[in-house]
């Protein structure tokens, strides 16, 4: 490993401001929520997980410039012929779907190497035709990263990436300089892989491809570190309804690299930020789901009815959704238990509110 660069990636994530720490606080804290409150049913997990692909799948490669609507890739996918796309649009889906597919099913078996990503390239990329002849390997040429807008046209290069002859040696580096440290527990392991993936986009690896690769990347890294809700809320999603601040934050740390000053500030609150949004997402489906798991249908019946007023009385909650009184202060009983709703006054006067 080239000591160089190995100083240049300790140096970036040092003197890290508090506001990111509490980020990141918050964020392990939800971990602990969701690893000790997953209670879902095989069928809701399974459920959620297909809806992921989906959404997973068409967000990133929209990113990209795909047209694709989710939609179109559940149809798609279900093997239903749709003429009005290019071939290269569904292949790109296609391969991303089903590699996708399997980080989430094998995760726990797949090791995180450069032989990993070079394969995980050629899943990537092994419907596109055009791609063929660079699958899997380190580009040849020289590459530069654009954004690209709604239509899927360039509106503009972002930045240069590393040149085609320094690309095996900064992989190399990189690469093992994030095995090493995730093994150690030397640093925070949310910020050895948002350093991964901000310098993986700076070199941009392949000739193509590496946006999405470095998403499938993000799924697998996050998901070998215990953060294992992300097969059920989709990252890519995140990324893509924040499309122009992603772009923003690379640039911003990106243009600072290999000078004296590295910023890498600017990615790491952007990734922490989606980080953070996806799970507080992942802890509130938690509680959404796992109440309809353990509530009976007239329960539920009860439950749904708090989400369409402020407050109600027991007779007006039997009244309103046809379920008996008694069975209704069970509801109540059950719904205070799990903090649900509260209780407002006794007597007759009594009336509960949704928490």
Known sequence: MTMKNNNRFEKRIQNIPASLWSKIARIDELKGQW???ARLSPQALGRLKRSVLVTSTGASTRIEGARLSDEDIEKLMRGISIQK??????????????LLQNIFNSWGNLHFSESTIKHFHQEILKYVEKDIRHRGEYKKQENKVQMIDEAGKSIGILFDTTPAYLTPTEMLDLVE?????????KHHPLLVIANFLVEFLKVHPFQDGNGRLSRILTNLLLLREGYLYMPYVSHEKLIEDNKPDYYMALRKSQKTFKTKNEDIVPWLDFFLRIFLKQSEMAVDILSKEDIENILSPKQLSVWQYFQTVKEATPREISENTRVARPTVSQALDKLLKLKKIERLGLGRSTRYKKI
């Open 177 to 185: 300089w994030t095995q090493n440290v995730l093994k150690e527990r």
């Open 35 to 37: 690893i000790a409150g």
């Open 85 to 98: 796309f290019s071939d290269r649009d569904k292949q790109e889906v296609k391969g991303y779907y089903e």
